[in-house]
């Protein structure tokens, strides 16, 4: 569940993951709560909760419409 007053960034889209371990969402990854919505790159859905600079060096396949999102832009 997103909240409206989140700030929503977008993922950077990464073409091919390579040998990299993903993690898929939704369902929605939480680090944190009442922080940023962190979009998927192509098409919109929030896939993790997190606090800015939270997270790094994460790589999130997003269930919805396939295209791999990378937390590091």
């Known amino acids: 569940m997103t909240s409206e007053e ?4 977008p993922l950077k889209c990464v073409s091919m993951p390579g040998l990299r371990h993903t993690v898929s ?3 929605l990854l939480i680090a944190s709560t009442h922080t ?3 979009a998927c790159c192509n098409c ?3 896939l993790m909760h997190a606090e800015r600079d ?3 060096n994460l790589l999130i396949h997003c ?3 396939g295209s791999y999102n ?4």
Do not use: F, K, M
């Open 44 to 46: 919109g859905t929030v």
């Open 63 to 65: 269930s919805v419409c």
């Open 25 to 27: 969402a939704p369902p």
């Open 54 to 56: 939270q997270v790094h």
């Open 6 to 9: 989140n700030p929503r960034v």
């Open 36 to 38: 940023t919505d962190y």
């Open 70 to 73: 990378e937390t590091d832009a």
